[in-house]
């Protein structure tokens, strides 16, 4: 039996009493890509991004492990219920402009002093003092540096429009500022070069499209390096005691962690290894978080229709960001309809083989977002569910 028909009959008998559509994580693959990912950061700790994984269960699971260290958040409002469930270093990637939120941080010192919010201007700082209703607690800070290339004297960007903050004397000033207002500490400083950590250098039959990928990860890995060195030393200039430099991700765990700059790691879809991760020189990952759609027709020869399954991933619309069809291995989507909201016909001549009520399991484009569609992930060992635990929606908490 091949290893992907094995993992199926494991699945299949694991979850032979549950009725699909459902989600699960291989616990065994979950916990091997969170050991590769502390391999590849070479001793340095590893922040858990939240988006990437959004079930406390398991962000507490990886958390449990050696070397990994605190969570990056996505929202203000996660953040302040991650940090009143017990999590106890938060560092929210995003600028928030949640003035509820703000005012409760403001008013707490346990949430003041577990959750840290970046800013990237100083009108979040000014967002930050109105919305404090009275509240005295001093607001952990941290700086987010942009980390795009810039080719041809600027012409030319690549990488995530984020932070407009660039050069040493940018971060260095909005630093300054930081220091010199009341209420506020300047605890660290992050920059995430999703052009590198997020962009496959493999790409399947495209050899000409990767090897340019590939030359330019490598000259925005050098620029970034040498730019990220002299921020960290301008700031630290400002404020000699920052806490964390954080930048990374996980295609780019291992080149981040070689700079001596920087002194923590982010990563989270590592820990699912969706299918837009799996085009990559760097690593090889197991997908540990799958969907199953239960076959609801059977059309004609080579056509089974599954139930639902049109979960499309955020970012730039096409093929990319389609789930696509896992076990049995050999589907496809028919061109005309591809995923649907609520039905998905499937075509290949595994499709002769499934009957009414049997399984398709899918992968996900990207990590977290899946678990924006189930309510619970039923954690697989062996080939046994040992647990279901609610995601984020299953909790009733859904942020974005």
Known sequence: ????????????????????????????????????????????????????????????????????????????????????????????????ADRAGFAELAADPKLAGAVTVMIDDPAQLDLVDAARDGGREVIR????????????????????????LRSPAQLAELARSVVRRPGFRLVGIMAYEGHV???????????????????????ARRELAERRAAVVRAVRA????????????????????????????????????PRLFDNYTSFTGRPAALFAQ?????????????????YPASGAAGGDRLPVPYLPEGLRYDPQEGPGEVQTPLLGSPADDLLIGDKVWFRHAKAGELCERFEALHLIEGDTVTATVPTYRGEGRTFL
């Not at 398991?58 to 999590?87: C, P, Q």
């Not at 004297?153 to 984020?162: C, D, F, K, Y």
């Not at 962009?199 to 990860?217: E, T, Y």
Request: hydrophobic letters at 45%; glycine letters at 12%.
């Open 294 to 310: 239960p076959v609801v027709r059977r059309p004609g020869v080579g056509v089974v229709t599954v139930l639902g399954g049109g």
């Open 141 to 164: 800070v941290c700086l987010e540096l942009d980390t795009s290339l810039r080719l041809l004297g600027g012409r030319v960007r690549i990488g995530a429009r984020r932070s407009p």
């Open 197 to 219: 950590a997020g962009v496959g250098d493999a790409v399947a039959g495209r050899p000409l499209r990767s090897r340019a990928i590939r030359l330019m990860q490598a000259a």
């Open 1 to 96: 039996m091949t290893a992907p028909a094995a993992a199926r009959a494991r699945y299949d008998r694991a979850t032979a009493h549950l009725d699909a559509p459902l989600a699960i994580v291989d616990l065994d693959a979950f916990d091997a890509n969170a050991d590769d990912l502390l391999r590849r950061a070479g001793g340095k700790p590893v922040r858990v991004a939240s988006k990437s994984v959004r079930c406390r269960a398991l962000l507490e699971r990886v958390l449990a492990k050696d070397g990994f260290r605190g969570v990056m958040s996505f929202t203000l409002a996660e953040s302040l219920w991650l940090a009143r469930s017990g999590f106890e270093d938060v560092l929210l990637a995003y600028p928030s």
């Open 238 to 273: 400002v404020a000699p005691d920052l806490e964390f430099v954080n930048g990374g991700g996980t295609g780019s765990v291992q080149h981040t962690a070689a700079e001596d700059a920087v002194t923590e790691i982010a990563a989270g879809s590592g820990l699912y290894v």
